[in-house]
């Protein structure tokens, strides 16, 4: 008989029995950091379009349930095309989760090797979307035009939302790898902490302030640049527009690092399952 967990697992990840999980070697922390700053453009690139489209807060009523249903639908198309398989660090809002690694015999998981703990915290970037960033998307106009002198377009607006809602989920989705090679580095510091079960003190050990400085930064030079090119490319803005967009985007960053930090703790305190 199939069992709960094992249905569920069928229903992400049909392309892994979990027996059968390749071995996935992580990246280096620089390289991680590389391909952190990579989804850097992207994400912003997405919040500015998503800034500029006239959405009342009636679409997002009943917490969400329209946008939900909206994921669900893209969700069920992703699965189908393996989005998220074992591996690609993509998980969905809607779906059952993926079922976790365990360390075995024949299944050591050495570290340096990737070891999914089936964690995600797409409920808590969903709501903190919610209820702190749609709020300050709240501009009057819209790209838009229909004859029949309707401005808004609810398909287009979850449209963006869904990608946006994707990019901050697989963002900080690597801090499961961002973690990985951050025990490889030190497994036996890690390893007494796992031991106790010690959160706070694996928290100081995976926290680097200097980095987080440095990614504030990159998305607040990102937000100037893509506000300004808005404006060139002739969107008609009203004057704070500029500091808006830097508003929303150091939020929603300060938000990811703290989030992809959520989640390197939670993968460290599973490591050794
Ligand atoms: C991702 C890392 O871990 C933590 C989270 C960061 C982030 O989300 O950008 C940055 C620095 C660290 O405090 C990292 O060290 O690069």
Do not use: C
């Not at 990246?27 to 590389?34: A, C, E, M, W, Y």
């Not at 976790?100 to 070891?115: A, E, Q």
């Not at 990608?163 to 961002?178: D, F, N």
């Amino acid at each position: 008989a199939t069992t709960r967990s094992e249905e569920s697992t069928q229903a992400t990840d049909s392309f892994y029995h979990p027996t059968q999980r390749p071995n996935f070697p992580v990246p280096t922390l620089i390289q991680v950091r590389t391909i952190l700053s990579q989804l850097e453009g992207p994400i912003i690139s997405k919040l500015t379009e998503r800034f500029n489209i006239a959405a009342p807060l009636s679409f997002y009523s009943n917490n969400g349930a329209k946008l939900l249903q909206y994921l669900k639908t893209q969700e069920s198309i992703g699965q189908a095309d393996g989005r998220y398989s074992y591996g690609k660090l993509e998980y969905p809002f809607t779906l059952s989760p993926i079922s976790p690694d365990v360390t075995s015999k024949s299944k050591p998981f050495t570290p340096g090797t990737f070891h999914e703990d089936g964690f995600t915290e797409n409920q808590k970037l969903f709501k903190f979307y919610l209820t702190q960033l749609v709020p300050l998307f709240s501009v009057q106009t819209s790209p838009f035009f229909h004859l029949d002198n309707s401005t808004l377009n609810e398909d287009a607006t979850f449209n963006l939302d869904a990608t946006l809602l994707q990019l901050i989920s697989h963002r900080s989705s690597i801090g499961k790898v961002v973690a990985e090679s951050k025990y490889a580095a030190n497994v036996t510091g890690f390893t007494s902490l796992i031991k106790t079960k010690d959160s706070t003190n694996i928290r100081v050990l995976l926290t680097n302030t200097t980095q987080e400085d440095a990614v504030m930064q990159q998305a607040s030079t990102a937000a100037s640049g893509f506000s300004s090119a808005w404006v060139t490319a002739g969107a008609s803005e009203p004057p704070s527009f500029g500091n808006g967009l830097q508003n929303v985007t150091s939020k929603l960053f300060r938000e990811l690092i703290d989030v992809t930090t959520d989640i390197e703790v939670q993968y460290i305190l599973n490591r050794l399952h």
